[in-house]
């Protein structure tokens, strides 16, 4: 036998891989076999549902709009572009605890921070602090990268140049005095940005780090001025600016602009009459675009979306069905294993 | 090397140009020129020995490569996409990284050919160094040399049992006879010794006093063709032909060693003008696949045009200028319509994945795959000769998928070409033996024999002597002596030399490796073998007849060899001037033999002119087909005025061992008067010194000899039909395959076959569309005629299933395949069960194969083993070449090499089911997962302006092409399983899943586009509305539709997996562990590597989000339920029988045999009507003798045939 072997040289190897005989799971789709299945499937469906569903159902959302375009709107005359340094008033009143922490976000909406062109105008080693881009950005910046005395541009590019600039102040009227909620502006970027992407020269003063360099041509005041009062939110590490460098993925996008979380409103936003100062500068009427503010509180699964607690309800109700779909199915066609009798 | 002028370089390159065009070339010797430079040589215009067949050298390896690559029309489009990238406009990525993609595929490519030529190179160098022995003047001897020196004009002496460097004119020989003996196995794998003559006679040969000019053809690739001849100083010609020639490659045996002149070196040998490498043709699944390529192509700019036109509506309609708009370095905008147009290719480039680039890489690897499990396949190994199939043509797999029509040769395919003499009749009286693998002589015969011997004059010769003595003279059989395993055709003396020892001696030796692969005795034997090189040297104690061998060309020659032996005419020796005989005498006869005149196809038959020499007389011996013998014979004059009558019986014999199925053939003899020879001889010389239509005039010659026989007799010798055809043939028509059989051989005969191997059942309605023996009108059989007349009228019978088989000889078939008939003959062919082609020319097989290919299309295959197959083999869609006892023509101008017949069941229903399936599957699968993944960058482009934004970052979506979703679908192409083999063998009714237009059709393809669709809006939309008015960013928003997009597809493909195996599961699970942590590590890595993207930390971050997960589990369940319900629908309610044979598959195998049985029986019977015309019914289906089906065409052709 040994000798026989050696003989065939050419003989393939018997072995389950070469001759395609190695054990295999063969899973069948029929209609007996996924029944349970998709109960399982559903009942479970069913159950997230409900929790996501609950939980979106709790959370407080309140919203204006004030980019005044209707004639009653308290911003109203400060939508006309001509209007520099315009502030309005938004009253709202809460009638009952707005439970915190309260997120306060500003929205705007047809506002395509995905286009394609602006989201490649910056420059992430500028952004880094690096001081050779200061004195030479990138040329993605361009247009936004040498201003009209080609004076080299710090931020450059178009993300920092559109940078939101509208402010709010939040007041709450007490006996017709005006006490200020504090809005936190700390922790609202993504932490990675703040301590690793985005980085100051390592200058001090901040300023001399912008010599020779000039402000971008829609911004009122340069990037070290941001936040004057904290060297730790000034410059590109400036929470708001960071907010707005990354871009939104849809056209109607809102962006953190600060959290209730101090003192009194520690618990949430009280019952009782509110006024929004808003310093309105950013204009949107040009394109058509629509200014708003959010307060809302979150929960395990973020903001308010009452979307995928449905869609785990509708998902989930129709496995149920579809298995006793199947059922009939089952009962009415059998398969040759289930009556040994191959076809029917 | 000295300086010369580049003007005398031109021109000596001009000079050799033109020697190596000219048709005729001179050569001289290089002896008297030894020691010259290299230009002073008559010969230096010629190549030397020196082989390279590589295709690329170092250097130059990358500039070549890629222009071979770009051959290729998809590698242009996406380098032109590529460059595109590099347009600033335009531009979509980042323009470097845009190149990867292109890159990663054109040097996985280039790796593949890289490997393969090297290994080219190495087989090249081991060739170009192996020693030979070359005369130098200096030396006054051979010296060693290697086979890269030799040249044009060179003397080589080639030793026994070595390898001839290059195309050697034979000088000289060691055998006294003027021969050299060689085996051209390396060359077309036949091994019988031949023999070469020497070009001048002279024995004491001295390569210094060669001073004559060989003059020869232009080099060519025909291997039975040389044309040349020597001019001596004395102006006086001489010719020789292929019959002098050693070609290179072939092995020198049996002699002590020869002497040649180099005529062809290098690439300009026979051998290595005949070595093409592996042949490519394009399977119809790939004509398919590129007409569906096409289709994307469209997808894709529609795609691109909704992107640029939405682009352009989309700007017109914003009122001002938004901040986010950013205008060109001078500060302005470019006009809508402008931007528009430059968005159409920002999209092309943003959507390109949509043509699959990595899908001919990966169909290139999967059929790697196929091919590996189908040349492993044990089942497909014959362990009588230990070859294993091959698989020549390397990408046609999937087509034995496919298989409507096959056609088949009868001898050698369908029987073993083993032949055994079974009847003879000699002189009108018919003898018959026992059947028996050992030729037991009739014993009244040899009462005959004994009785003619001793009664005999020295005038006048018993026919029975002369139909031995013809038997044992008329042929080409080479006598060696017999060893272990130079043995081919064993000899049938000893009871221990039975059938089966002689299939295990044969081996067949690889023609690619130097044949020294015996083991340890072996060495010996070959010496021992060398050292007893001619019979005529030998002493004769050694000639006893029985350690004789005889090696044939064709195995019926041997059989008659061995029947005039078992009657006590032994041939002991052939030598190109003799033949020996010993008689029942026990006195050896020495025959001087005059000429040979060959068999061709032309002629059907073959002559031996010797001189009796007793009698002194001329004698010709002819033998050959009846039709070809019988209209020869001479006129019945008064001397043997039986002669009609001998003619007539003997012909009543022959079709009497035709319906039998044996082979039959006629001997006759003349003899020629002394002037009528001379003349003859004179006419004979000068043909064959011809060099122009040398082989019409040596044929004209030929039959001119070739008249007024007289016949002696007829033989008939039985070939065996091989194991298994019925079953396979049964199988292979039950799978929904017609088999014809296109055969050389009488009708009879094969008629008689035909029925042997269940072709042609007895029920059967045989339509015989034959010449009648007298003229050429076409004549249907009168009782099969009244039968289909009276079927006609009967109108019961039009839906019933038809059982028609169609005979047609050669005449006839020259009519039918006329142009104006040639519909008609396909129309009625096609309703045929059975279609049996008789006495067709090798050119009338391929004219019916191609015929029926192209009006019919269907995919065809043919299978055959000898020359004479090969013309069909290549007109076929897959081509099958049956390595069996006639050489390796077949083989090598075949796709497939198998050994036996009965391994084309497992080809094809297995292995071509398997390679068609999976095959078919992945391509839908690849056009389905780039759909679906690129989909998501379309949908997105609704929400951001038509800008063209990736929200994926470029990388990962290079990785996922490349890396995280490519392996998968490859595995599934190799190894996936839908049916086990057992049950396909079982059912072979599967295999019509595949024929036809198959499983892959353009509703499939559409089918698995819409799926595609529906997916990624899914994909897309539902994250969407998850995500709507929330600050998620664009890469975050990103990475869950990447994430979710991966596991859709990867769970896509595990839907459509049929057999998980060990293999799958890895795959799969490391695929999905690839992604992550490839994905996760360049997220934790890159912080401003890829801008704009910016994929820093997102993943973990996500990961770190309870809605991430319930995100991705509620979208990849919605995006793949109406697949999953699809299919378990389909399969509940109306299964296919592939389902069915799943569930079959997965009972235990008693039960599951019990089930097929009742399945096979169950759908006999249920099959009256077949759902296509052209496949015939199960045979199972058993319908009564007198139901016949009228089909109008049968009678039309049938009249015009009769009106002819």
Redesign the interface.
Known sequence: MVKEEQ????????TAF???R???????????I?IPGFVL?GLA?IG?GVA?FVTSRSIQVLEFDYTGVDQNSPCFKCSDPKVLNCVCNLNFSIDSLFKGTVFF?Y?LSN????????????D??QL?GDLTNFKTPSD?C???AYDSNNQPIVPCG?IA??MFNDAFKLYQIINGTNTLVPFDGKGIA?W?DYN??YRNPSITPLKNAFNNTVKPI?WSKPAYELDTSDPANNGFINQNFL?WM???????????YGRINEGDYAQGLPAGNYSLEIAYNYPV?????RKKVVFSNVS????K?E??GI??LV?GS?CVF?SIV?LI??AK?K???EDG???H | MTWRSPLALVRDALRGQRAREKDLRNLASNLPYEGLERAKQPNCYFPGNAIKTTKYTLLLFIPMNLFEQFHRLANIYFVGLAILNFVPVVSAFQPEVALIPICVVLSLTALKDASEDFRRYQSDRKLNNTPCLIYSRKEQQFIKRHWKDVRVGDFVKVVCNEIVPADLLLLHTSDPSGVCHIETSNLDGEINLKQRKMMSGDPEFEPESFNSAVVCEKPNNNLNHFKCYVEKPNKEKVGAGIESLLLRGCTVRNTDHAVGFVVYAGHETKAMLNNKGPRYKRSKLERKLNTDVIFCVILLFTMCLIGALGHFLWLQALPGVPPYLVPDGNGHLDSPSLSGFYMFFTMIILLQILIPISLYVSIELVKIGQIFFITNDIDLHDEGTDSRVQCKALNITEDLGQIEYIFSDKTGTLTENKMVFRRCSIMGTEYAHKENAVVIPDRTLLQQISRAESSSSSRNIDPHLDFFLGLAICNTVVVSVATAQRQRVSAPFTATKNRTISEDSVEEEDHVKPPVKIEGSGETNKLHTCSLHAPSQCDKSAMTPDNLSYEAESPDEAALVYAAKAYGFTLLARTPDSVTVRLPSGEDLVFQVLDTLTFDYNRKRMSVLVRHPITKEYVLYTKGADHAIMELLATPYAGIGKQKNIAADTQYHLDGYAKEGLRTLCFTKKVVSDKAYESWSVNRQRALAAIDNREELVMDTAVQLETDLSLLGATGIEDRLQESVPETIMALREAGIQVWVLTGDKTETAVNIGYACRLLEEEDLVINMTESSGGFTCELSPSNLNEVRRFSEDPRNVDTTQNISLVIDGHTLTLALSSDLQKRFVDLAKRCRTVLCCRVTPLQKSRVVTVVREKLNVMTLAVGDGANDVSMIQAADVGIGISGQEGMQAVMASDFAISRFKHLKKLLLVHGHWCYTRLASMIIYFFYKNVAYVNLLFWHQFLCGFSGTAMIDYWLMIFFNLFFTSVPPIMFGIMDKDVSAEMLLGVPELYRTGQGTGEYTFKTFWISMLDAFYQSLVCFFIPYLAYQDSDIDVFTFGTPLNTISFFTILLHLSIEIKAWTVVHWVIMLGSVALYFIVTLAYSAICVTCNPPSNPYWILQRQMADPMFYLLCIITTVVALLPRYMFHVLRNSIAPSPLVKARHLDRLDPSTRDQCMKMWRSFRGIAQVKPSRLSTPPSPTLETPVDIHPHSPTTFDIMWDERHH
């Open positions: 003989e065939l040289a050419n003989r393939p190897d018997n070469t001759q395609q190695l054990p295999a799971w063969q899973p069948m789709l029929s209609a007996g996924v499937i469906f997230i996501l976000y929205g506002y395509y921070q995905n286009f394609r062109k602006y989201g490649v105008s910056k992430d080693v880094s993605t361009s247009p936004y178009s140049n559109s993504w990675t690793i992407k829609f907010v990354r871009r939104a993925a849809l056209p109607n996008f809102r962006k953190l009427l040009s394109f058509d675009g395990w699964m973020g903001g979306n979307f995928l869609a785990y998902i129709m579809m199947m199915v089952y066609f398969f040759p294993e009798v191959p076809g």
